[in-house]
């Protein structure tokens, strides 16, 4: 509930340890599955945004400007492979520059003076439900329960004495921010990490633990990174950035290195989560140089693909706004080296809901009793979802259970999502006629099938809306189910890929309202004090506002659904406000699914 604290914002907090484009409209269309004539299609009618950003210090390039593209503009069915690279013009893998460099760097690595050789794991009940064997190559088992120690150390240990001496210094909200700090301890140096404000306390103060010295200042990871540059550059420090350098892409590879040499068989894919793509650039160059045969396959949350359109593109880009529940890996832009070799050698990715990662996490509990952040499980709920969509039997498939630093507060959304993801729960919406034995005849149509949830409240003297959640069920049953109730006349919607219903109106249920003008919109609010003084001094007493849900996800962003009051010819003052807010929102007025609730 932080950011409904009305305290403001200060100064940095520091904790001592102790030119435009025009509007077009692009129809993309790919064949989606090779078993059916089904096709993807990606509409891209956005007018595209050019930010122009500088380069990562390690990459000597002269900065390009940026397309600004929304996540939304490129969306396929989970487990298919898309944003595969185009090489038509590249040559082969052997031609990728650089590539023998990095093999070198991996094999020379001197990440284990810190970090394990993590196990890799048979998932016996994954691979039994699957009919695949699943491999998981546990980076959750590291010291700082994550794989980022790795990079971390392998460029800071090659750094000369006199530099290691002035110090380093990085941005992170998380995990990148234990490595520095593991590493610094480890190698004597004074270390400090600047961290949004919105950082968890979990996180922060782990890093506090490791010696290091942590400000939190600025309310997004953008903010912490051009303050902790500006200090690098003050204080001759050396800033190590979070993937996008060959050292700390070396460091990763390792993981790379390490499946090879546990695999005993052939490898059908290796499936990789994705940031900024430091680890999957550092495995693909490591395991497309010894057996180019094996898959190299990127995961990515749905609302946090900037590698995905970055490849589809064929040039990086950077996401309008980006979901932030896996936040491991919510990422604006990727990185520009990781980008160069992502291009060059891995054959696409996948892209996967909020749902299926809390099913995953679910999994990796009941297969290992361990509790995967969501970023941890990324990997796995792609394996699972590309292992069904394309019906793959018998083969090997690696997992990279990547990270363990799960925020405590967050577990409560995994287990009411987690079912879902499953597909073993889905949550329905039925319109009744408000008549005497309405409500009895709809309990008959459900029949012998589960209710997990039930919410009923009249609405008006025509008709209510019961929305309810079925409990373990096949596809099968769920669709014949529905069709008992249409063929009474019984309207009846599956919400379950609605996260509007899902994260607000499935606890909103209380008839509806008939506002004038009112604009819906979910914002994303920081989680941090101010949070709320700070939107309500963008937009009231201009307009009224009408409704006010917030949804905490434990996570660095919580969603907000908000009624306001607008004329239709102060929309354009509406927007401008939002904009300048800075807080991640769209407009849901439209969605059918409000409409029959609200």
């Known amino acids: ?132 064997n699943i491999w998981l190559k546990r980076e959750d088992m590291q010291s700082v329960f994550s794989f980022k120690i790795r990079g971390a150390y392998n460029m800071m240990a090659k750094l000369p004495k006199e ?64 303050y902790a540059k500006k200090r690098a550059k003050e204080e001759g420090r050396t800033f190590i950035p979070p993937f996008d350098h060959p050292d700390v892409i070396a ?15 052939p490898i059908h894919a290796i499936f990789v989560p994705v940031g900024g793509g430091g680890l999957i650039a550092g495995i693909a160059a490591y395991v497309k140089r010894v057996s180019p045969q094996v898959k190299i396959i990127g995961v990515e949350p749905s609302d946090a693909n900037a590698m995905a359109l970055s490849l589809h593109h064929g040039h990086r880009v950077i996401l309008d706004q980006v979901g932030g529940f896996a936040d491991g890996v919510a990422v604006k832009e990727v990185g520009e080296e990781t980008f160069r070799l992502c291009k060059g050698l891995v054959d696409g990715v996948v892209l996967v809901s909020r749902d299926a990662i809390c099913a995953s996490i679910k999994d990796m509990f009941e297969e290992k009793r361990s509790i995967l952040e969501p970023a941890g499980a ?122 509007v219903a899902k994260d607000h109106l499935r606890y909103m249920m209380g008839g509806r309202s008939d506002i004038q003008n009112e604009v819906l919109c979910c914002f994303t609010f920081p989680e941090r004090p101010g949070a709320l003084m700070k939107f309500l001094d963008s937009f009231s007493p201009r307009w009224n506002i009408t409704l006010f849900h917030y949804r905490a996800q434990g996570q660095v962003g919580a969603n907000v659904l908000v009624g306001i009051q607008v004329l239709s010819s102060e929309m354009d003052e509406f927007h401008d406000r939002a904009n300048k807010l800075a807080y991640d929102y769209k407009v849901v007025n439209d969605d059918p699914i409000f409409q029959l609730l609200h």
């Open 378 to 499: 990324l990997a796995l709920a792609g394996a699972e979802a590309y292992c069904k969509y394309y019906g793959i039997k018998g083969e090997n498939v690696v997992a990279i259970t990547s990270g363990a630093n799960m925020n405590f507060d967050k577990l409560r959304i995994v287990t009411e999502l987690a079912n879902v993801g499953r597909k073993q729960e889905a949550l329905m919406l039925t319109v009744l006629p408000e008549e005497p034995g309405s409500f009895k005849r709809f309990c008959q149509l459900v029949g012998q099938m589960s209710i997990t949830e039930f919410k009923y409240r009249y609405s008006s003297s025509e008709k209510a809306v019961v929305l309810y959640s079925v409990g373990v069920h096949t596809p099968k049953e769920l669709k014949k189910m529905q069709e008992k109730m249409e063929s009474s006349q019984l309207e009846t919607h599956n919400l379950s890929e609605s996260d």
């Open 251 to 265: 460091g990763q590879g390792t993981v790379g290195m390490e499946i090879w040499r546990h695999m005993q068989g």
């Open 1 to 132: 509930m932080e950011a409904l604290r009305f305290s403001t914002a200060h100064q940095p907090l520091l904790r001592p340890h102790s030119h435009p484009l025009h509007h077009k409209m692009l129809r993309t269309a790919v064949q989606a599955n090779p078993r059916s004539n089904s096709f993807i299609v990606g509409v891209f009618s956005k007018p595209a945004e050019l930010v122009s950003v500088p380069s990562p210090t390690s990459v000597v390039s002269p900065p390009h400007p940026l397309i600004k593209v929304s996540p939304d503009s490129l969306q396929y069915p989970p487990g298919y492979v898309g944003a595969v690279p185009d090489r038509s013009h590249s040559g082969d893998v052997e031609d990728i520059h650089g590539a023998m460099d990095y093999l070198t760097k991996i094999l020379s690595s001197r990440v284990y003076d810190v970090a394990e050789d993590s196990p890799l794991e048979f998932a016996p009940k994954l691979s039994e439900r699957l009919g695949v």
């Open 163 to 226: 530099v290691l001496k002035k110090g380093v210094i990085c941005s992170s909200a998380g995990n990148h921010a234990q490595g520095v700090a593991l590493s610094a301890k480890r190698l004597k140096c004074n270390a400090v990490i600047a961290m949004p404000v919105t950082t968890p306390d979990i996180k922060w103060k782990s890093v506090e633990r490791l010696g290091a010295t942590v400000v939190l200042i600025g309310d997004s990871y953008d903010e912490a990174q051009a």
